[in-house]
């Protein structure tokens, strides 16, 4: 039986952070303004085991938000050795943390070990140096190459961040960014859409007209673009879209731009939709009045049909079929079975994400 995995969150809140990117108000985006201490570290660790199941479980310690090692090194040494301890007995299996690209040397990283840590995110958000500069980032793009080729011949796992819509970005800038991470081989992947957070700069250049988010159906189009990417060069996407929290959200902090709480679902039927179209369109057949039967994997299904059926919408709206029925089969994942009027087909998914992918 395959382990569930369970991630302890830990907030560090702009600490070690000088920066000011303009999209980012750190403290409301992990709606905590306390500074962290070993005390609120083990506390949190201890809180979050009592809640999980006693076994057949990974536990992971994750220092998310803020600019981990751009703390004082004593401080991070403070904070790490918490979890380090639960490591050492076995209680935890892995400790991850996030951090910038230009906060990553030798040193750090020789810390970094010494704490047994497993995984080194990087908030890189464009490897384009435009949007970088527009985004007032403060670092450019060799430095994320530099940090992540050090991160990986320290042997960590290296994990990288991107955001779309960023100021002056682009889809092919995205695609571009998303590419160049691939030759990084990271072991991971997030993909956040830019949201035009309150008390931000971004907020100012929107409300001035100078920004200009990118809508929803805009933000689903290019993350899906860069999820098939990834997922087609085997690399492990483990978010896209950020988290609703109780100041993430229309009505809170998020004032504008490609908000949804189920973002991660649309990407994925929209993934469903482009695959069932490029099959459809490879052949001239006048598919009018007939009726159409899928199968597909039980754990694919609601992405498949889409929010609301919107994909069987879609598909009775663009080829006039006449009743469509979708069934669970136990068939491979990557499989999806059609039966149109008498005849049946097969859709290799791999295959048509790889020259869905060959185009970008
Ligand atoms: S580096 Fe990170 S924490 Fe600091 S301002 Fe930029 S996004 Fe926020």
Redesign the pocket.
């Known amino acids: 039986m395959s382990k569930s995995h369970y991630i302890i969150p830990i907030f560090v809140p702009?600490f070690g952070?000088p920066?000011?990117?303009v999209?980012?108000n750190?403290r409301r985006?992990t709606g905590l303004s306390t500074d962290v201490t070993q005390n609120y570290v083990k506390s949190t660790i201890e809180e979050y085991l009592s809640s999980f199941p006693k076994r057949d479980i990974i536990v992971e310690v994750a220092f998310y938000?803020?600019?981990f090692t751009g703390i004082p090194m004593e401080i991070q040494e403070e904070l790490l050795s918490i979890p380090f301890e639960y490591k050492n007995k076995g209680i935890i299996n892995g400790i991850r943390l996030s951090t910038?690209p230009d906060y990553i040397n030798e040193d750090i990283l020789d810390l970094l070990k010494k704490y047994k840590v497993d995984t080194i995110e990087l908030?890189v958000q464009s490897l384009c140096d435009d949007v970088l500069y527009n985004s007032g980032?403060?670092h450019n793009s060799n430095q994320v190459y530099v940090a992540s080729k050090l991160i990986k011949e320290y042997n960590f796992n290296l994990g990288l961040q991107m955001m779309i819509g960023l100021l002056g970005d682009t889809r092919e800038k995205s695609i571009y960014t998303a590419k160049e991470f691939v030759k990084l081989k990271p072991y991971c992947v997030r993909i956040y859409p830019t949201l035009v957070i309150k008390d931000t700069y971004l907020e100012k250049l929107y409300y001035r007209k100078l920004y200009k988010p990118l809508s929803l159906g805009e933000a689903i189009d290019i993350s899906t673009d860069l999820v098939m990417l990834f997922e087609y060069n085997d690399i492990n996407v483990i978010r896209v879209g950020l988290q609703p929290t109780e100041n993430i959200n229309f009505g809170k902090d998020v004032i504008a731009g490609p908000f949804h709480p189920s973002f991660r679902q649309l990407v994925e039927s929209n993934k469903y939709r482009i695959i069932l179209r490029d099959f459809l369109d490879m052949s001239e057949w006048d598919y009018a009045g007939k009726d159409l039967t899928i199968s597909i994997n039980q754990k694919n299904i609601s992405n498949l049909v889409g929010q609301k059926s919107s994909n069987i919408e879609y598909l009775k709206d663009r080829y006039k079929f006449g009743n469509i029925k979708v069934y669970s089969k136990d068939i491979p994942k990557d499989i999806i079975q059609l039966s149109i009027g008498d005849s049946f087909f097969e859709i290799n998914m791999k295959c048509l994400i790889e020259k869905y992918v060959k185009q970008l």
């Open positions: 702009h952070c920066h000011d990117c999209f980012c750190q985006i938000g803020g600019s910038r908030g980032r403060g």
